[in-house]
């Protein structure tokens, strides 16, 4: 009795570590040069890059590097969350201003800038191409 009970739970742990190898897998295919555009026409071209993505404790942060193509970047720290089987980094440029991007292909982001306006948020489609693997 006592080998069923250990083997069924040694099949659970093996099976956790499974599903958490295959996230850790998921969430590390956002490391990488983003290049594209916001809607507007007006706005430059964008670059992401994601330098590293770290567990603490439940939560995977992102080392991000963002701005517009061509200039000097800026560091940020966001989140990336399993949203509808896809790894979704959130992060925040500005107090009024915030970039949520979902991963849709190897070679996709897509999503918004969302821009607090008189208390709601405004979104901005944005579409990403994956530029390179290495940060």
């Known amino acids: ?3 069923g009970a250990y ?6 742990a093996l099976l956790a570590l499974g599903v958490a190898h295959a996230q850790d897998e ?4 956002i490391v990488g040069t983003w290049k594209g555009k916001i809607e507007r026409l007006d706005e430059p071209e964008r670059t992401l890059v994601v330098k590293s993505v770290t567990r603490a404790g439940s939560i995977w942060i992102a080392s991000v590097e963002y701005g517009p193509t ?3 970047l800026d560091a940020f720290e ?3 969350e399993q949203q509808r089987g896809a790894p979704t980094l959130t992060f925040a440029i ?3 201003r915030k970039i949520e991007l979902s991963l849709v292909s190897q070679t996709e982001l897509r999503g918004q800038l969302k821009i607090s306006a008189e208390g709601s948020w405004v979104g901005r489609k944005m579409l990403l191409t994956k530029a390179g693997d290495k940060p």
Do not use: F, N
């Open 26 to 29: 998921s969430v590390q295919k």
């Open 78 to 80: 966001g989140r990336v």
């Open 7 to 12: 083997t069924g739970a040694l099949a659970v």
């Open 94 to 96: 500005s107090t009024t």
């Open 70 to 72: 061509g200039q000097k």
């Open 1 to 3: 009795m006592r080998l």
